[in-house]
């Protein structure tokens, strides 16, 4: 029996987020007689490094400092090239900005095949980091993207249709299941809120909007709940807007929380407020859990929210529609369920953990049974 082909998979650092959480599914749902993930990352910090624990793996280091063009950058891309060789890794597979770039750089050298990952629209990406960014994704073998707007987008960057793989988000509905069963973490606030998961450290997550919206919903449901979960730069921000507009009294600032099904089972509706989004885990989850989900009409949220089937959608920045839709579905018990259904259906169809595995695993195959040479290419 042939040994299993080995995957470098390339990580800046795991802390909490959807796409860290992505990878973290991917390695723990490998089959190891196929494939044997070597885990690496830039820095060895964040709260899913325990979950790589339990799943037999201990990342090694490639510490770039803060800034990815510095002297110490050479050093390091040397060490990876070395270490890609010494370990035979048969694939590289980087999983964001800075180890897209270092991938591709490590991978040419190497001689070796290179998936870049592309789960957002890049809406924060600054100076030089967009361009190198869109020149590393020309030349991988293959951009892995969640949606089809970010398929788009790498199409019209210069990128070849067929090098694009479309591999959607896996939701472990077994774990997801089990996790709901369970009493919070911590005393929940109050039942039957709306819940919006999301970090504060960008304003493209429209926290600000759903505030707003927050305060049309209480003048006819004085009885509504908002519970806010992530954590960021503008939580203070958001929670002294809460206080200016008179409706910090029923909205809860949670933090991170690592006990989002048991909070979302607890929950009557899900809410995204996103000027940008590849495919959230946060829809996902909550779709997961039976709730309706009102959410922006932007990225891929439409590939995921069905408008009129398991949730609603309405336009970027524009609190009034969001309040309204909100209004619906707390107004009406069935059509919460009937949506509700509707949504953990779509899940089970179409985001399921064995789907995510085949489309990675039909990636993988295809890249270490390519028997043409590698060749070497430039990111100009």
Same mark, same amino acid.
């Not at 920045?317 to 909100?326: E, F, V």
């Given at each position: 029996m042939p040994e299993p082909r080995r995957i470098l998979i390339f990580q800046n650092r795991f802390r909490i987020g959807g796409q860290e959480r992505q990878t973290v599914l991917n390695v723990r749902s490998m089959d190891r007689a196929r494939f044997e993930p070597v885990v690496a990352v830039l820095h060895l910090d964040g709260d899913h490094l325990q979950d790589l624990e339990v799943a037999g793996v201990r990342p090694v280091v490639f510490d770039v400092g803060g800034r990815m063009i510095r002297p110490n950058t050479a050093w390091q891309l040397a060490r990876i090239v070395r270490f890609v060789h010494t370990e035979r890794i048969a694939v590289i597979h980087a999983q964001d900005v800075y180890t897209n770039v270092l991938g591709v750089l490590a991978a040419r050298l190497a001689r070796v095949p290179v998936i870049l990952t592309r789960v957002d629209l890049g809406h924060h990406l600054e100076g030089y980091r967009r361009p190198l960014l869109q020149a590393a994704s020309r030349v991988a073998d293959r951009v892995l993207v969640n949606a089809l707007c970010i398929r788009d987008l790498a199409v019209r960057e210069g990128v070849e249709a067929d090098r694009v793989a479309v591999v959607r988000n896996g939701v472990d509905l077994e774990a997801l299941d089990l996790e709901a069963r369970r009493a919070p973490d911590h005393p929940v606030p109050e039942p039957g809120a709306v819940v919006c998961i999301a970090n504060m450290h960008h304003p493209v997550k429209g926290q600000s909007d759903l505030l707003v919206a927050m305060r049309e919903v209480l003048r006819t449901r004085p009885d509504a709940r908002l519970v806010l979960v992530g954590e960021g730069v503008r939580r203070p921000l958001l929670e002294r807007l809460a206080r200016r507009l008179g409706i910090s009294d029923r909205c809860y600032f949670l933090g991170h929380r690592l006990d989002a099904p048991a909070l979302l089972a607890q929950a009557v509706a899900g809410v995204s407020a996103s000027y940008?989004?590849?495919? /959230?885990?946060?829809? &996902?989850? /909550? +779709?997961? +859990? *039976?709730?309706?989900?009102? @959410?922006?009409? %932007?990225? #891929?949220?439409?590939? %995921?929210?069905?408008?009129?089937?398991? #949730?609603? &959608? %309405?336009?970027? #920045?524009?609190? @009034?529609? =969001? @309040?309204? !839709?909100? &209004? $619906?579905?707390? !107004? $009406?018990?069935?059509? *919460? !369920?009937? +949506?509700?259904? *509707?949504?953990? !259906?779509?899940?089970?169809?179409?985001?399921? =953990?064995?789907?995510m595995r085949l489309s990675y695993d039909a990636l993988y195959q295809e890249l270490t049974e390519d028997p043409s040479p590698r060749i070497v290419a430039g990111l100009g």
């Open positions: 940008a989004e590849g495919i /959230s885990n946060a829809i &996902l989850e /909550s +779709m997961a +859990m *039976r709730l309706p989900v009102v @959410a922006t009409r %932007v990225g #891929g949220t439409p590939e %995921v929210v069905r408008e009129g089937q398991n #949730g609603f &959608l %309405v336009p970027p #920045g524009a609190p @009034a529609a =969001l @309040a309204r !839709r909100i &209004l $619906d579905l707390l !107004r $009406d018990p069935a059509l *919460r !369920r009937r +949506m509700g259904e *509707r949504g953990r !259906r779509i899940v089970e169809e179409e985001f399921g =953990l064995a789907q």
